[in-house]
């Protein structure tokens, strides 16, 4: 059984920080790429930054220079730095991993259950 638990959302003003974290556990065998996607409501949801293994990253054009992603490897675990919020960032953010979890088999897509994030004075 694989969960992903994430961390450190909340209710922040604008132009403020937060990091979120994500942790992934349980019969893991390895991990391709993790990442955060969002969801408003009534909207699709969206990504917003994704790390793999080895370090490479990508981000949304909207978070571009704001937000910072990063990988702990030995602690199954990402990060999503986010400065100078605004309030369109608010949504529920999703933790994501791709990952194998027996030898020879095909990776599958892990989720959080999300974390809100609002950005409002």
């Known amino acids: 059984q694989v969960q992903l638990v994430e961390s450190g959302g909340g209710l922040v003003q604008p132009g403020g920080s937060l990091r979120l974290s994500c942790a992934a556990s349980g019969s893991i065998f390895s991990i391709n790429r993790m990442g955060w996607y969002r969801q408003v409501l009534g909207k699709q949801r969206e990504l917003v930054a994704v790390?793999?293994?080895?370090?490479?990253?990508n981000y949304a054009d909207s978070v571009k220079g704001r937000f910072t992603i990063s990988g702990d490897n030995a602690k199954n675990t990402v990060y999503l730095q986010m400065n100078s919020l605004k309030p369109e960032d608010t949504a529920v953010y999703y933790c994501?991993?791709?990952?194998?979890?027996?030898?020879?088999?095909?990776?599958?897509?892990?989720w959080g259950q999300g974390t809100q994030v609002t950005v409002s004075s």
């Open positions: 790390i793999t293994s080895g370090g490479s990253t």
């Open positions: 994501n991993a791709f990952l194998v979890v027996l030898p020879g088999t095909p990776q599958r897509a892990y």
